[in-house]
Each structure stands twice: as C-alpha cells, then as structure tokens.
C-alpha cells in the first residue's frame, strides 16, 4: 500500500505562485511514476505533471514554462511548483503514484489551489 498527502494549496492573485508537496509513505519502491492532477469545478480530472522513476518529467501543453515536478527522494516527497498562475488553473490538486506491476493507481485527498483575477 501506498499513502500519499498533499500540502501546499491556498488562494494566490493572478502571477504569483505556489508550491504543493505530496508526502510519500508505505511501498514506495515499486512506485514507477508520479504525478500531479487537477479536477476543475465540472470539468474531468486531467494530467498536469509527471515524473518518472529515472525522473524526467513531462507536462501538460498548458502549464509547460511555468509549472516544475520535482522529487526528493531522500524525503519521500514530490514537488509541483506553480509559477505564473492564472485564475483558469483553479482546481483541487491530486497527488498520484502508478505501480506498473499492480497496475494500479494511488491518489491523495487534494488540495485547493485557487487563483484570483
């Protein structure tokens, strides 16, 4: 099993920036990629952020020059940082850890992250 929490959400004006943390705990060995999601009001939940186990990162076309996943292995914990942000990156943020030999996929409870114009 694999427990992820996230920190880091809050209300930001328009430009400035946040940094979401997401605490890895349990079987993290096996753990092949991470990401960060986000489900805006009405809308399906999509990708923002990935990172592998080697750790290359690739991002959603709409965060791309502003947003960087990071990890920090030594504190089982991964980054988003946010810079830039814009009132339509309003959303609950998910952490996500993907098990390839499970298949199976684990999620934290969100954090709001809310963008003032």
């Known amino acids: 099993q694999v427990q992820l929490v996230e920190s880091g959400g809050g209300l930001v004006q328009a430009g400035g920036s946040l940094r979401l943390s997401c605490v890895v705990a349990?079987?993290?060995?096996?753990?092949?990629?991470f990401g960060w999601y986000r489900q805006a009001q009405g809308k399906q939940r999509e990708l923002v952020a990935g990172?592998?186990?080697?750790?290359?990162?690739n991002y959603a076309d709409s965060v791309k020059g502003r947003f960087t996943i990071s990890r920090d292995n030594a504190k089982n914990t991964v980054y988003l940082q946010m810079n830039s942000l814009k009132p339509e990156d309003t959303a609950v943020y998910y952490c996500?850890?993907?098990?390839?030999?499970?298949?199976?996929?684990?999620w934290g409870q969100g954090t709001q992250v809310t963008v003032s114009s």
């Open positions: 996500n850890a993907y098990q390839s030999f499970l298949d199976r996929h684990y």
């Open positions: 349990g079987s993290t060995f096996s753990i092949n990629r």
């Open positions: 990172i592998s186990s080697g750790g290359t990162p």
